[in-house]
């Protein structure tokens, strides 16, 4: 079957370390969106790529990174920067350009820091 | 500049009775808009969209849309509510001249009562 695959499902994060949260789709999509959903906040987009080796910021892309080096793979670093990064972290997909119909979204990465 | 509104952070309903989940929507260009289900610690699923054609758009577990372009409302209804449709719920909106990022509301927490 199709679809997005998230790893870790639950994450915990030191003071001061950098950690890489996995996404893996097998859609054969061009596009590919990082979220942030906090409580009550709803979805905010953190990075987004709608093409192999090339990325944009989104609205809250401080203290992160991403890499686009593969269609199927969109891996989010959250490094030491970020300041509050516990929260649950969505990865999204879909067709490129004009035929973005609608995303399809993993399970989700829970990352706790302790 | 592309921007949603859920008014509603919690809506309540008796089972078997009907239900509607507000939303209303602010884009440049004509929009593109989509309704989404969160289950507790899960990814978003893809309920329906808008794209053109029928202002009244069927989706999944016999949900409904209304697009109303007066209004900028994309109303989520249902003729009569289960228990198990009890989640969050997500519009979201783009611009059709927009080919990436959709813009995400903030959520209403839909509570369906036996």
């Known amino acids: 079957d199709g679809g997005i695959t998230q790893s870790p499902k639950y994450l915990f994060r030191k003071e001061g370390q950098n950690v890489t949260l996995s996404c893996e789709q097998n859609?054969?999509?061009?596009?590919m969106y990082w979220y942030r959903q906090d409580p009550g906040q709803g979805l905010r987009l953190i990075y987004y790529s709608q093409i192999v080796n090339d990325f944009q910021k989104g609205d809250i892309a401080e203290g992160y990174s991403v890499s686009r080096e593969k269609k199927e793979s969109f891996p989010l670093t959250v490094t030491s920067a970020q300041k509050n990064p516990t929260a649950f972290y969505l990865c999204a997909s879909t067709q490129g350009g004009v035929n973005n119909y609608g995303y399809t979204f993993g399970s989700g990465t829970r990352l706790t820091v302790v | 500049a592309q921007s949603v509104a859920q008014p509603e952070d919690q809506v309540n309903v008796a089972e078997g009775n009907p239900l509607t989940v507000k939303c209303t929507y602010s884009v440049s260009g004509n929009p593109y808009l989509f309704w989404y289900v969160q289950y507790p610690n899960r990814g978003l699923q893809f309920l329906l969209k808008?794209?053109?054609?029928?202002?009244l758009v069927k989706g999944s577990y016999g949900f409904e849309a209304e697009f109303n372009k007066s209004q900028t409302s994309f109303h989520l209804k249902k003729p009569s509510a289960l228990v198990s449709d009890s989640a969050l719920y997500f519009c979201a909106v783009r611009s059709n001249t927009n080919a990436g990022k959709s813009t995400f509301g903030d959520g209403t927490t839909l509570t369906v009562k036996p």
């Open positions: 859609l054969n999509h061009d596009a």
């Open positions: 808008y794209i053109t054609g029928d202002n």
